[in-house]
């Protein structure tokens, strides 16, 4: 389904969501309240601007006898979008956050992906896979990356722990222009990007990837990833716990000078490499 299309297909949502609502003379405040979301949420999910969580369409369900209908439209939808289903509303979400700070712990950020280096992480995960498929993760990988590339994009900030310059993904060439790509992406100041070298020891979150994003009108969230799930947070308490383990990492790793310059001297020894084989 093309972007168009599914974007208008999120809208027939919202619409039929509003129009149910309204003729079970519900207010939005109320049929939040008895979903266990916000009054904004239900306007967002309303408006499209945002997509609800499968227990949430069912719960909507059972308040507006609905027979399952925003359910199965749920699973429709997901479904036939691009991304895992435990990762697909945590990829809507990124498209609205106003800023981004990744924890990457041995993986760089699918944010900062070259196509190259994207193609032999979906590989290592996907042995017997159709070409196509991989193709298709990787259109997909490259499209969530457009929104760096945007005049409106997010504040993004990263912190990758030195085990993430040195994991050779692919070839020594595609480690070469993957970290020549984060290199290029600092100096024109579209990310803010720091290291965290091994010399810094035991650190918050240790191999725990995360992921936190802030939005101009509904609460933060942090996002976590386990084997093939993931799990997405906007419990204040637990967020607030997040930030302040992120920024114990960031407080320990190397400014964003040290950060480049190790980078480059990565790449070098990379490059060396690439040039005797």
Known sequence: MANGSRLAAWEFFGSELKRQRENAGITQAELG?????SGGYI????QAIRKPQLDV???IDEV???DGIFERLWRKLIKEQPYTEYFAHAAELERLATEICDWAPTVVPGLLQTPEYARAMFLAGNYFAAEEYIEELVRGRMDRARILKDATRPVYWAVLH???LRIPVGDAGIMVRQLDHIATMMRERTVLLQVLPFAAGAHPQMGKMMWLMEFEDAPPTVYTEGVFSGTLLDDPMVVKRAR???DHIRAAALSPEASLALIESVAEDYRR???TT
Request: hydrophobic content about 40%.
């Open 57 to 59: 369409a069912q719960r």
């Open 162 to 164: 030195e085990a993430t």
């Open 273 to 275: 490499c690439a040039d």
């Open 33 to 37: 309240s008895r979903v266990f979301v």
């Open 64 to 66: 507006l006898q609905t």
């Open 244 to 246: 302040a383990a992120y």
């Open 43 to 46: 306007g967002q999910f309303e």
